[in-house]
């Protein structure tokens, strides 16, 4: 039986009825470990991998709060002492998606984003102060148009995270709450696809979204993207206008959004997160608006099996690289062992002679050449 630490809040756990499904885990081979991270880790082991939302303890420890800082810092020493741990998801790469700015630079690194591609990252920029003739500066050089999304700098680890505002003209400029990014907001009838990565796999749930606007001479709008996205949901901002109903939906095509999750993915090196989609009305390009860690996964059906299926893949392919390792290890050994210097006993009669050095030599190299020494290489849902 594995054995799987993981940590997750209690509101996670809920939605996810994550202690409810042990007997899956169980069935799968794994036994789950809740983990108190307040503690050292080290008599609650030994672990074979550990599962965690750690967002909120990441936020807080980075804005000075000790217990945050000695929880994570509780799960790296763990890692740092047992190399043979694996980390769902590695604290590095979750850092990269909670500052928004930062996410969304990552995007557009990825290969897939480039200029000529069909998927794309609305024009974005970071806001840092109140002043309106600073923010237009900010807003023109970065080609961000009206309207356009306020989003919070931090993407993840609290409510308001989830706070958000548009605002659609200069006068709504003294609206904008630092430290904030604004997006370019894009037309895309009211439908957001969220594009659930579990490891290879990725599964795609429509969800509601903002309807269409228009730059005008109107007052800021502020709304919550939890509760505008939940699914069934009824809210003035998600009700499309009549003249928007006469468009043609748009069916998402998967392998474009497959693609765009391996790429994510590759860059991210992460097992698990989620993906905010938007298909613009007018060019029918993809808008990715958001990345988020280790998200609900609503909609995904039998996700505890796949989850387990992750998790055992994981582990398989770490004993694999970990018994080659060993393999390798015992052949560089055996052939440092095998070109060491030899030399030869002289009999007393040549006491005088220089003593002579022997090497032995490979089979494959030049005649007269040393044994070099080892050299050690260096090292529903749909699968992309």
């Given at each position: 039986?594995?054995?799987?630490?993981?940590?997750?809040?209690?509101?996670?756990?809920?939605?996810?009825?994550?202690?409810?499904?042990?007997?899956?885990?169980?069935?799968?081979?794994?036994?789950?470990?809740?983990?108190?991270?307040?503690?050292?880790?080290?008599?609650?082991?030994?672990?074979?991998?550990?599962?965690?939302?750690?967002?909120?303890?990441?936020?807080?420890?980075?804005?000075?709060?000790?217990?945050?800082?000695?929880?994570?810092?509780?799960?790296?020493?763990?890692?740092?002492?047992?190399?043979?741990?694996?980390?769902?998801?590695?604290?590095e790469s979750i850092e990269k998606l909670i500052d928004r700015h930062e996410q969304y630079k990552l995007l557009l690194q990825c290969n897939l984003l480039k200029s000529e591609s069909v998927v794309y990252t609305p024009t974005f920029v970071e806001l840092s102060t109140?002043?309106?003739?600073?923010?237009?500066?900010?807003?023109?050089?970065?080609?961000?148009?009206?309207?356009?999304?306020?989003?919070?700098?931090?993407?993840?680890?609290?409510?308001?995270?989830?706070?958000?505002?548009?605002?659609?003209?200069?006068?709504?400029?003294?609206?904008?709450?630092?430290?904030?990014?604004?997006?370019?907001?894009?037309?895309?009838?009211?439908?957001?696809?969220?594009?659930?990565?579990?490891?290879?796999?990725?599964?795609?749930?429509?969800?509601?979204?903002?309807?269409?606007?228009?730059?005008?001479?109107?007052?800021?709008?502020?709304?919550?993207?939890?509760?505008?996205?939940?699914?069934?949901?009824?809210?003035?901002?998600?009700?499309?206008?009549?003249?928007?109903?006469?468009?043609?939906?748009?069916?998402?095509?998967?392998?474009?959004?497959?693609?765009?999750?391996?790429?994510?993915?590759?860059?991210?090196?992460?097992?698990?997160?989620?993906?905010?989609?938007?298909?613009?009305?007018?060019?029918?390009?993809?808008?990715?608006?958001?990345?988020?860690?280790?998200?609900?996964?609503?909609?995904?059906?039998?996700?505890?099996?796949?989850?387990?299926?992750?998790?055992?893949?994981?582990?398989?392919?770490?004993?694999?690289?970990?018994?080659?390792?060993?393999?390798?290890?015992?052949?560089?050994?055996?052939?440092?062992?095998?070109?060491?210097?030899?030399?030869?006993?002289?009999?007393?009669?040549?006491?005088?002679?220089?003593?002579?050095?022997?090497?032995?030599?490979?089979?494959?190299?030049?005649?007269?050449?040393?044994?070099?020494?080892?050299?050690?290489?260096?090292?529903?849902?749909?699968?992309?």
């Open positions: 039986m594995r054995r799987v630490g993981y940590w997750l809040s209690e509101k996670k756990k809920k939605r996810l009825n994550f202690e409810d499904q042990i007997p899956t885990f169980r069935d799968a081979g794994i036994e789950l470990v809740k983990l108190n991270i307040d503690k050292s880790l080290e008599l609650q082991g030994p672990f074979d991998l550990i599962l965690h939302k750690c967002t909120l303890f990441m936020v807080d420890a980075e804005d000075g709060d000790e217990q945050s800082l000695d929880a994570i810092n509780n799960i790296k020493e763990y890692i740092s002492s047992h190399p043979d741990c694996i980390l769902v998801d590695s604290f109140k002043d309106r003739e600073t923010n237009k500066q900010r807003l023109h050089e970065a080609e961000v148009k009206y309207p356009f999304v306020c989003k919070p700098i931090v993407a993840h680890g609290s409510s308001a995270s989830h706070k958000m505002a548009i605002i659609f003209n200069e006068q709504g400029l003294d609206d904008i709450q630092p430290p904030c990014v604004a997006q370019t907001f894009h037309n895309h009838n009211a439908v957001l696809y969220k594009v659930f990565v579990i490891g290879e796999k990725h599964h795609i749930v429509e969800r509601p979204s903002i309807k269409n606007f228009a730059a005008m001479d109107r007052s800021t709008i502020y709304f919550d993207s939890n509760d505008v996205s939940k699914p069934n949901c009824a809210n003035f901002l998600t009700e499309l206008d009549k003249e928007d109903l006469l468009r043609t939906p748009i069916t998402p095509d998967d392998e474009i959004l497959g693609d765009l999750a391996n790429a994510v993915r590759r860059e991210l090196k992460m097992e698990l997160f989620g993906i905010d989609v938007i298909i613009d009305c007018d060019t029918k390009k993809y808008a990715v608006i958001d990345i988020n860690a280790f998200p609900g996964y609503e909609g995904v059906e039998n996700f505890m099996e796949i989850l387990c299926d992750l998790l055992n893949s994981l582990m398989d392919k770490n004993n694999k690289v970990k018994t080659e390792n060993e393999r390798l290890s015992r052949k560089r050994s055996e052939s440092s062992e095998a070109g060491d210097i030899k030399k030869p006993k002289l009999s007393n009669g040549n006491s005088g002679l220089q003593p002579a050095v022997c090497f032995e030599r490979n089979p494959d190299t030049h005649e007269g050449d040393m044994l070099l020494p080892w050299k050690q290489p260096i090292n529903g849902l749909l699968e992309h």
